[in-house]
């Protein structure tokens, strides 16, 4: 996801914790440099990160705002890395990074309505982000979460999303792997073989009072709220962020 809009000013973080998420994929755990409180944020939220030539990359906050730490999830390829990704890749225990306040409002509607996220390739950090509030807000909360990646090496926060689910009494999870390795297996693995569409997740369509939050390309977003419409599914119940992954 990139952005060049920024929230009034800038401030320095270090990095508390790197963790390795998976192949090519790092979450840097970040804390204010003057040991500060880091600002409020919702899920959904993001945060722009200044590079050394002084662009600027916006990343989804991937944590809860009860933790002391910001976090960002980042899929940086394999090594050796280059450009944008380099930086992130290379950064190490207190590094210091700069970032903005916290915005935008791809952020969940408050109550108890039934959810549906759908997510394409990194998109999926943000599903993570919804769950980790829902489950301290609203834990009871209907929630149908639809994924769409590659594989299962390249699931961002797979893990933490099934915990969640577990955790959960009313929330489902379906996986759709487009390009599933040779040692996955249908139904153990995965769900299903091939694209998210609105054909094959009709029943999470049903319910008139559900909101329906979707993030990943461009070109993925707009089909699948344009078949959603075609549905009945009301305009202001659809909410889309576009996600487009780090390019070195």
Request: charged share 20%.
């Amino acid at each position: 996801m990139t952005t060049t809009t920024c929230a009034s000013g800038w401030k320095s973080y270090r990095v508390a914790l790197r963790k390795e998420e998976g192949r090519g994929m790092i979450s840097l755990f970040l804390k204010p440099s003057d040991d500060s409180f880091p600002p409020n944020f919702t899920a959904g939220q993001y945060v722009n990160l200044r590079l050394p030539d002084m662009t600027s990359r916006a990343y989804f906050l991937t944590g809860t705002n009860e933790d002391r730490l910001l976090r960002i999830t980042v899929e940086i390829g394999d090594e050796p890395y280059f450009g944008t990704l380099g930086y992130l890749g290379k950064l190490r225990i207190d590094d210091e990074v700069f970032l903005s306040a916290p915005f935008g409002d791809f952020t969940l509607e408050p109550g108890e309505t039934p959810i549906v996220l759908i997510t394409e390739g990194i998109g999926s950090i943000a599903a993570a982000a919804f769950m980790s509030e829902m489950a301290v807000a609203s834990p009871l909360r209907k929630v149908s979460v639809l994924c769409q990646v590659l594989n299962g090496k390249r699931f961002a926060l797979a893990d933490e999303i099934r915990k969640l689910v577990n955790l959960m009494p009313n929330v489902g999870l379906a996986t759709f792997f487009t390009r599933p390795m040779m040692s996955e297996t249908a139904g153990t693995d995965y769900d299903v073989a091939g694209p998210i569409t609105v054909e094959n997740v009709r029943s999470v369509c049903l319910a008139p009072d559900a909101d329906f939050y979707i993030t990943g390309s461009k070109t993925f977003i707009e089909s699948l709220k344009k078949d959603l419409e075609a549905l009945g599914l009301i305009h202001s119940r659809i909410h889309t962020q576009i996600v487009i992954a780090d390019k070195p």
